[in-house]
């Protein structure tokens, strides 16, 4: 029995030290990883939605929550203006989520653009979505106040030939979008104001 | 249902653990040498598929989700797994053993098998409600059983045949598997 | 045991590299060598964990019970595994996207645990260490080397450098999973026709 | 923070209890030396050895299947711990043994009373020693003077007896002794040993076509050492089961109880008894292999010689691969001999236990089709054995035999049989009147299995009488009692059909023996004007089969088709002992080289061909001692003409199912004897060698 005993003793010990070293080791590096994530994730597509900007929209933004996980939101300034946000919505694909940035004009509810940010679709097929310019660039333009289909379902959205899914998903994201604007538009233009004159958050580490 | 039923091809098929995914590769070339022992790996691989399958997802949506706590799901998933091998297989030795004799052998090899750590890891991502995470777990066994079957019937026939030496066993053997991948590659556009 | 910690260090570098001679980890190995760097970060990542799975084993295998160390073993080496995968996602994001799944699965390669039982349980600390970083190399040098084959005949370029001439239409299936296997097994032949030598 | 320890302290917790409460709940016995070895892989579950995990291998370990070096990740440390936790040195050469092989002590007489030096080598520099027996013990104990381990002691009845543990096989006794009883040999030496002059061989010893030491596992019977019989009879043949059941036994013909006058021990039966009593046991009497020596031989063809060839062969460490045509191991013993003779259970259970020594084998491949000599041995095989048999049934080549309704033996015999086992749908459509033409086993085995299946009027049409069947007589006797009708001294002249081209008659020339001829037997002449028609709807040929050797033209160019044959298209051997072809490394035994013949005669070729195999793979010459007993050679001074003092007794009756219960199934049809009997009947043995007998008192 004693080496029973002892069978459990060590494993609990060796588990629960584990789980302090994890945790510390999450604790030092969250702040990193948010950022890296931001970085390298949403950055990308921020910027080339949003193209020149007279404000750095990755500093310049704002969270809302409805109940669920909060939804950042990253202004957009032309000329001190603070006109366009940028927010992140998720369809889904043909394999999992597809996350979709999306930007509008605050003014005339038009897409700036959208650019895809995370997805796992079929490399040199689903992926083109990401990659090829002319997809997202269609959507440029659109009201948002609309939902999206893609042609084949009676929509506008050309798809992208043999990832159909794919395609559908980022309509899918699109729509989505368009809810939360139409749902949050009062909000967000009173807080794109506020985020574009407060300072840059401060800066961790 | 016509999702569900999509969800399977691709998961069997398209998405083959072994062949498109590279999961679970160890075994698949360990135990393919014979066909007795190909098919006994797959019914255990089905079997604790889809029981670490559903214990990973309930790990997950009730403790690490609402605590904050997904980064320690590797941890978390691997001991549960291993306990959870361990434990049926000294269940089936001592009450079940014409079962253990057919399955239990098997059990020990899977606590180390990368296609049913992955899966799980890819149920978790795909966000699959509970219902999807039994389907994707069984569908992925499955295709394992397929693709490790199929290949262990090439390989049982490959020994007859003419292999240059350096050519021969493992080598031969990924070279084969690469060319049933190549036959799982066309089912790319199926779904 | 007569073994100096050098010989320890060198085996794993030619006489015992995976996963040509011992034909283990294959997983990461096919799933992740489509460009010389994947192939070197998922080496690196290993190696990192498997120096310091090797070093706790070592230090606590004389408190560790031998009924209950596979299962020790394997905490040991998920703890490793989770502090690579949030390191890397602070400080190499873009690798980590591209490694993906295979980051925590690391935690089921066979070399790790197939370390720690044969080696590491049974040796001092500093054999253990040379045993790790041998094997780590090895497996970083294998992986990197299946990169860097499937990179250039798949892309035409090594490390993003063009290499074939501009006449070069790429190879696409190298890049593929069916091109891993037999890339794969095109290399072991070859190792076993200069090993027979 | 809090909640990361927490849940892990929790897993832990929960795992650790769980298992170590499982532990003890589920726990089974097993074989500790699995544990043992499994503490010594890596423990990884890895797979890459090929078997289902760490205990998998280690437990294919403990039962001889994988070697100690199994384990791909441990290193040679390990693989070194692995061996050492079994007893064998891994990859270490088989360690050599003393044997004693007279346990005759005092038997034989004296021939002169010596009462000089008592030493073995002074007493036989007199005439070879006081005792009758040229190569017999003196008993002087010269070998146990030599031993310096303190290995050899003399036993009860004045012989030496080795111990075998402390035997180091340092040949110290081998030289000591100055007749031939001592010998120093490895366990593959003695496997692949054929008998010679010089041995201690009873008379039924050296009739047994596969030279199993009879006297030696009946009396081991008699001691109820009932698994010693079973590893003595595995000595010289794997398929002791079938061999209980099937062979015509012809050592009984030699017992010198027979010579005796009285009637021979029922030696076969007391091998059944044995074989059965393994498989009853419920736990198979473990098989020793020697260490790999990494050579491959390929084994074409799963019937008795294939199996026997493949058992010794791994036996002594080589690597094989059994090659099938057909969808099971087994050969004629599985298609061509009936279920009420052999139950396939019985015959399934025989070759598992062969396979499991670590044999592989390949079904529905067939020699020409789907491989070729050439490409086995271009993938890797260093030597190959043809162990064909005779599958190819010779015609009667009269008008009419290929009308509807026609059918050979071995033919109708495998369809049957294959669609018993459920492996494929071929059925033989079975009339109501049927002739079958032959004297052979075939052809009574056609006739057993058609009354089994329900036919009412089964005729056997032979040329010659009853006494010149070449069938085992208990079959012909089995096949009178079960109403079969016996037309003898009729030659088929042709084939009646109907409109339909369906059998409907077959008319025969009545004969009457004459001369004998060439062997021995009266050559039958046909009487003029006797045709006379018997009225029948299915015919079976079963005069007689070859190999079929149409692998030959397929390879059209390669050396293989220079393989010689003879005038009967069996496999020519340039000896017949050592079975060795005109192509050095390929090989043959059994129906394949010597036509149709007993499944005892291929066991022993199959050893036989085994020993020049492993002789071949050394790079030894391929050659037999000038002093092999072979074929129906013997030594002289052992077959009596009267064996004086032998008390006739009762030989123990072969109990069978009664006639009226066996012609409706096609169960078992003889049983095996009783424990009581068997070691009644072991009584009966005289215990004989070269010279000594056991007298009764």
């Not at chain 1, 930007?103 to 490399?123: A, C, F, R, Y």
């Not at chain 4, 090659?323 to 259970?349: S, T």
């Not at chain 4, 294959?418 to 079975?430: A, H």
Request: with cysteine; charged share 20%; glycine share 10%.
């Amino acid at each position: 029995m004693n080496e029973l005993v002892k069978m459990v003793v060590v494993l609990t010990i060796l588990s629960a030290s584990s789980g302090l070293i994890l945790a510390s080791v999450r604790d030092k590096t969250l702040d990193q990883i948010k950022f890296q994530q931001l970085v390298n994730e949403k950055a990308p597509a921020i910027k080339k939605i949003l193209g020149d900007t007279s404000n750095d929209p990755l500093t310049s933004k704002f969270e809302i929550s409805e109940g669920k996980a909060p939804i950042e939101f990253f202004v957009g300034s032309y000329g001190g203006d603070p006109n366009t946000v940028v927010f992140e919505t998720f369809g889904t694909g043909f394999d999992g989520k597809i996350g979709l940035m999306v930007g509008v004009n605050l003014e005339n509810d038009q897409i700036k653009g959208i650019g895809v940010t995370t997805h796992s679709e079929t490399p040199g097929i689903g992926s083109r979505a990401k990659t090829e310019p002319a997809f997202a660039a269609q959507f440029a333009g659109m009201d948002l106040n609309n939902s999206f289909k893609v042609k084949t379902d009676g929509g506008k959205v050309d798809a992208l030939s043999g990832a159909t899914y794919t395609s559908r998903g980022v309509c899918m994201a699109a729509t989505n979008a368009s809810e939360i604007y139409k749902r949050l538009k009062p909000q967000l233009i009173e807080k794109a104001k506020t985020a574009s004159n407060k300072p840059a958050p401060k800066e961790k580490e | 249902m016509g999702d569900y039923i999509e969800l399977i091809i691709a998961c069997i098929f398209v998405n083959n653990i072994l062949l498109a995914q590279f999961l679970g590769n160890c075994p698949f070339l360990g135990t393919s040498k014979k066909m007795e022992t190909a098919v006994g790996m797959s019914m255990a691989v089905i079997f604790v598929l889809v029981l670490a399958g559903v214990f990973t997802w309930c790990i997950n949506d009730w403790i690490l989700v609402p605590y904050g706590l997904e980064y320690l799901k590797t941890i978390s998933f691997i001991l549960v797994i291993a306990s959870l091998v361990q434990f049926v297989e000294m269940f089936l030795k001592k009450s079940i053993p014409a079962l253990y004799a057919g399955l239990g052998i098997f059990l020990p090899l899977i606590t180390t098998n990368c296609a049913v750590m992955g899966v799980c890891l890819i149920n978790i991502k795909s966000e699959y409600n509970f219902t999807m995470t039994l389907i994707s777990s069984f569908a992925y066994a499955a295709g394992f059983g397929l693709a490790l079957i199929l290949f262990a019937g090439v390989r049982e026939r490959i020994l007859l045949a003419r292999v240059p030496k350096p050519l021969q066993d493992t080598s031969i053997g990924l070279v084969t598997a690469g060319i049933i991948a190549l036959a799982f590659y066309t089912f790319k556009g199926m779904v | 045991m007569a073994k100096t910690v050098a010989q320890e260090f060198i085996k794993g570098l030619w006489a015992e590299i995976p996963p040509f001679r011992l034909v283990l980890g294959l997983c990461p190995t096919l799933g992740v060598t489509t460009t010389v760097k994947n192939g070197i970060g998922m080496g690196v990542a290993t190696a990192f964990v498997l120096v310091c799975a090797n070093i706790l084993v070592s230090m606590l295998r004389n408190v560790i019970p031998a009924k209950v160390r596979i299962a020790c073993f394997i905490i040991i080496i998920a703890t490793f595994v989770t502090v690579v995968e949030l390191l890397m996602q602070a400080y190499a994001y873009a690798l980590f996207q591209t490694l993906g799944i295979f980051i925590p699965l690391i935690v089921v390669n066979c070399i790790l645990l197939g370390r720690a039982e044969a080696f590491a349980f049974k040796n001092p600390i500093i054999p253990s260490i040379a045993d790790g970083l041998g094997i780590g190399i090895g497996f970083t040098m294998a992986l990197g080397s299946i990169g860097a084959i499937r990179e250039l005949f798949g892309t035409g370029a090594i490390l993003g450098t063009q290499i074939m001439g501009s006449g070069y239409e790429p190879f696409a299936f190298f890049v593929q999973a069916p091109g891993a296997f037999i890339c794969l097994g095109l290399m072991l032949c070859l190792m076993n026709l200069v090993g027979s030598k | 923070m809090t909640e990361a320890i927490l849940l892990m302290l929790g897993i832990g917790a929960t795992c650790g209890l769980i298992l170590a409460v499982a532990s003890k709940v589920f726990y089974v016995y097993e074989d500790p030396r699995i544990a043992k070895i499994e503490g010594l892989l890596a423990g990884a579950n890895c797979g890459g050895c090929g078997f289902a995990g760490c205990s998998a291998a280690a437990q294919a370990v403990v039962e001889g299947i994988a070697p100690p070096s199994v384990c791909i990740v441990a290193g040679s440390e390990a693989a070194a711990q692995v061996g050492a936790v079994m007893g064998i040195e891994s990859s270490t050469a088989e360690p050599l043994r003393s044997y004693n092989n007279c346990d005759g002590g005092n038997r034989a007489a004296d021939r002169y009373f010596y009462s000089g030096i008592s030493g073995c080598r002074a007493a036989s520099a007199l005439y070879g020693g006081r005792r009758e027996c040229k190569i017999g013990c003196l008993g002087f104990g010269d070998c146990v003077k030599s031993c310096l381990f303190d290995a050899i002691k003399v036993g009860d009845n004045g012989y030496p007896v080795v111990d075998e543990d402390k035997c180091v096989g340092c040949g110290a006794c081998y030289s000591a002794c100055p007749k031939n009883i001592i010998e120093i040999k490895t366990v593959s030496q003695r496997l692949l040993h054929l008998n010679d002059e010089l041995d201690a061989l009873a008379p039924c010893r050296q009739r047994c076509p596969a030279q199993i030491d009879i006297p030696r596992y009946i009396s081991q019977i008699k001691k109820h050492d009932f698994e010693g019989a079973v590893r003595t009879i595995r000595e010289r043949n794997p398929l002791l089961l079938s061999c209980g059941r099937v062979c015509p036994h012809p050592c009984e013909d030699d017992c010198r109880r027979g010579v005796a006058d009285d009637e021979p021990v029922s030696i076969n039966q007391l091998k059944r008894f044995a074989a059965d009593y393994e498989m009853n046991s419920g736990s198979r009497v473990p098989v020793r292999c020697a260490p790999a020596t990494g050579k491959k031989v390929a084994v074409i063809g799963g019937g008795p010689a294939g199996l026997s060839c493949a058992f010794f062969l791994r036996r002594v460490g080589h690597d094989v691969t059994i090659f099938e045509a057909m969808p099971k191991l087994g050969g004629m013993i599985r298609y061509g001999i009936p279920e009420y003779r052999l139950p396939k259970k019985v015959l399934e259970w025989e070759i598992d236990g062969i396979l499991n020594l670590g044999i592989k084998a390949f079904t529905h491949v067939k020699l020409g089709t789907d491989i070729t000599v050439e490409s086995l041995k271009s993938s890797g095989f260093d030597a190959i054995f043809l162990g064909i048999g005779a599958w190819k049934d010779y015609g009667l080549g009269i008008e009419g035999d290929n009308l509807k309704g026609c059918y050979t033996g071995i033919d109708f015999l495998t369809k049957f049989s294959v669609n018993q086992q459920g492996d494929s749908k071929l059925t033989v459509p079975i009339g109501t009147k049927c002739a079958v033409v032959g004297g052979g086993n075939t052809a009574i085995d056609c006739v057993r299995t058609l009354v089994r299946l329900g036919v009412k009027d089964v005729y056997i049409v032979y040329r010659r009488t009853r006494k010149e069947m070449p069938a085992n007589m208990v079959e012909i006797e089995a096949a009178e009692h079960e109403g079969i009708k016996f037309i003898f001294l009729a030659a088929p002249n042709r084939v009646l059909g109907d409109d339909n081209g369906q059998v409907k008659g077959l008319e025969y020339l009545k004969m009457e023996l004459g001369e004998p001829d060439a062997s021995g037997r009266r050559r039958p002449v046909p009487v003029e004007g006797s045709e006379t028609v018997i009225e029948i709807d299915m015919l079976i040929t079963a005069i007689g089969q070859g190999p079929d050797i149409s692998f030959k033209d397929k390879e059209e160019g390669k050396r293989i088709s220079e393989l010689k044959t003879t005038r009967w298209d069996t496999i020519d051997s340039v000896d017949p002992i050592t079975l060795q072809s005109n192509i050095p490394y390929i090989f043959s035994a059994g129906d394949a080289a010597t036509g149709a013949s007993l499944v005892v005669e291929a066991i022993g070729g199959g050893r036989r061909a085994a020993r020049s195999i492993d002789l071949f793979l050394k790079g030894e010459p391929v050659v037999a001692a000038e002093s092999t007993l072979f074929g129906k050679k013997k030594i002289s001074e052992s077959i009596f003409k009267t064996v004086p003092g032998v008390k006739k007794t009762k030989r123990t009756p072969l109990p069978e199912l009664p006639v009226k219960e066996r012609i409706k199934s096609f169960v078992e049809a003889d049983l095996v004897i009783s424990e009581k009997d068997a070691i009644f009947e072991s009584g009966r043995c005289l215990s004989c060698c070269r010279l000594c007998y056991n007298q009764d008192q």
